[in-house]
């Protein structure tokens, strides 16, 4: 079973190439299913290690990327990231401390100044990693460009290439940005801060249409029960999310590879049960997000086939793809 997910942000630089992960399919009415999930209990909080030789991290989670990392209406900091975290705390014996969840740009300059050791669901990229070294990554996740539902079968927009001069949204700093910017200068790029910002945007007819990965995409229009929209298809970037920690610990870096390497199929199966199982379609406008969502899961399964055991190890990322959404 694989299970691979990804996310980034920022640089100009990028150097992977083009998402062939995205071969994830399964019913559209299976799609986001999985999602739906989020609404249930969270499981219980894994207990801190009491083994002495236990390291002491400071975990900076993001409060807005779901449905990996995010804080929920009553503050609680839930997610795929955050489940697997507590795994790896326990299989590579961390005692993890966690620290008020904030954007991803507050938490970067947290690490940075020295007041985190830990950061979930970032791509690597050549400017992150001047301060930051980055775990295997944990998974893949396709961009997809995503427009209000015409209502009809047909596409009111084409791809991107299909939207000169029309404003087309993108979250601000996420390593998609820079790569559909560069490929596509002839749109009307419009920065967010963020995904929901995004979304909504085309939903009230703001955007002409919105460049997001296909995880939140699924996850935000399930949450905010966002009507009428639907998938164009993949941009040709993907996101491959990791840890990340201070570059100077190697020691950090280790034991969180490790962590990662020792969590079992069972575990694994569960995380991505909960997470990022179809969620059921009640509305024909929502079918192809879900359709999208299905095809980055059945991606996962692909991917964490071919690495064979643990979890799924992939290539760098989309050819020319920015290293960096989150």
Do not use: C
């Not at 219980?44 to 083994?51: F, G, H, Q, S, Y």
């Not at 014996?93 to 690490?111: D, I």
């Not at 419009?190 to 929901?196: E, L, W, Y």
Request: proline share 8%; charged share 20%; aromatic share 8%.
């Amino acid at each position: 079973m694989a299970w691979f997910f990804t996310r980034e942000r920022p640089s100009t630089a990028w150097a992977r190439t083009a998402p062939s992960a995205p071969a994830r399919r399964r019913s559209g009415a299976a799609a986001v299913a999985a999602l739906a999930l989020v609404a249930m209990a969270p499981p219980p909080l894994l207990a801190a290690p009491t083994d002495p030789a236990a390291v002491e991290v400071r975990f900076a989670p993001e409060k807005d990327y779901g449905p990996f990392v995010f804080a929920d209406s009553t503050g609680a900091v839930r997610g795929l990231s955050v489940d697997l975290l507590q795994l790896v705390q326990q299989h590579a014996a961390l005692r993890v401390t966690w620290l008020p969840a904030a954007s991803l740009a507050e938490q970067l300059v947290a690490v940075r100044e020295g007041r985190a050791d830990l950061l979930s669901s970032l791509r690597p990229t050549p400017e992150r990693a001047t301060f930051l070294a980055f775990s295997q990554p944990y998974v893949s996740v396709p961009a997809l460009l995503v427009r209000r539902a015409a209502g009809g079968p047909t596409p009111s927009v084409g791809g991107l290439q299909h939207l000169a001069g029309q404003p087309v949204a993108v979250g601000k700093d996420y390593a998609v940005e820079g790569f559909v910017r560069e490929r596509f200068p002839q749109v009307g790029w419009v920065a967010v801060p963020d995904d929901v910002a995004a979304l909504k945007g085309v939903a009230q007819g703001r955007y002409a249409a919105a460049v997001v990965d296909a995880a939140s995409a699924a996850f935000i229009q399930r949450e905010l029960r966002l009507r009428r929209l639907e998938t164009v298809g993949p941009v040709g970037f993907e996101y491959r999310l990791s840890f990340a920690v201070p570059k100077h610990r190697q020691d950090l870096l280790d034991r969180v590879d490790a962590g990662i390497r020792a969590i079992t199929a069972a575990e694994r199966t569960a995380i991505v049960a909960r997470w990022l199982a179809p969620l059921g379609e009640t509305h024909a406008s929502t079918s192809a997000l879900g359709g999208a969502a299905a095809q980055w899961g059945l991606a996962l399964i692909g991917l964490s086939a071919l690495a064979g055991v643990g979890l799924a190890l992939r290539p760098a990322g989309a050819a020319g793809s920015p290293e960096n959404k989150t």
